[in-house]
């Protein structure tokens, strides 16, 4: 399987911080890298699909990039509603592997 | 609209059967990949395998393979996720989600439509 490395684990931040996560793959997955984000009793949202795609009704402070093991989600001015976890996902072979999760918390 | 809608929330006791569902609409449900994705309480998320239910040609997670059936019915839009003997360990919440997925294009396979989750608890 393909092993999926967040960090950090939880991230401290303010309204209109800019916040960049990171994801790193075991082995090389090209572009097939997707972010979701995850509020409390709800189901994943997805942000960013290959890579740095962003889904269709997703603010443009969201945005992605990285290729072959090494990616990144940046929030240019993190929002009152930003507060969640998110999850990188690569979909290069099944299993489908996920990502541990990035909490962010309100600082 | 597109939407993926789940059976509602079980509680079950250790060593009975289960059959949870995901009712998809809005969209042609052959012709796309669904996946199901497990959330056991206060952790992360787990791929635990997808089915196409054109043709029912089903994808199994290692770690879920022989503890899990995921099936279609393709003529009522629907998808499911079996247990024949659960255990206290499946207690969960399992998610359906459809997969988005171009066989010729690098990077695109996602998962863009997802269930709103079955709450499954298992307990004596």
């Known amino acids: 399987d393909i092993q999926m490395t967040q960090s950090p684990s939880t991230l401290s931040a303010s309204v209109g911080d800019r916040v960049t996560i990171t994801c790193r793959a075991s082995q090389s997955i090209s572009t097939y890298l997707n972010w979701f984000q995850q509020k409390p009793g709800k189901a994943p949202n997805l942000l960013i699909y290959?890579?740095?795609s962003l889904q269709s009704g997703v603010p443009s402070r969201f945005s992605g990039s990285g290729s072959g093991t090494d990616f990144t989600l940046t929030i240019s001015s993190l929002q009152p509603e930003d507060f969640a976890t998110y999850y990188c996902?690569?979909?290069?072979?099944?299993?489908?592997?996920f990502g541990q999760g990035t909490k962010v918390e309100i600082k | 609209e597109v939407q993926l809608v789940q059976s509602g929330a079980e509680v079950k006791k250790p060593g009975e059967s289960l059959k949870i569902s995901c009712t998809g609409s809005g969209y042609s449900f052959s012709n796309y990949w669904i996946g199901w994705v497990r959330q056991m309480p206060g952790k992360g998320l787990e791929w635990m395998g997808i089915?196409?239910?054109?043709?029912?040609?089903?994808r199994y997670s290692p770690s879920f393979q022989g503890q899990v059936t995921i099936s279609a019915d393709k003529s009522n839009n629907t998808a499911y996720l079996q247990w024949s003997s659960l255990r206290a360990s499946d207690t969960a919440i399992y998610y359906c989600a459809r997969r988005q997925y171009y066989w010729n294009s690098a990077g695109l396979d996602y998962m863009d439509v997802w269930g709103q989750g079955n709450t499954v608890t298992v307990s004596s």
């Open positions: 089915i196409y239910p054109g043709d029912s040609d089903t």
């Open positions: 996902q690569q979909t290069y072979t099944t299993p489908q592997t």
């Open positions: 290959a890579a740095s």
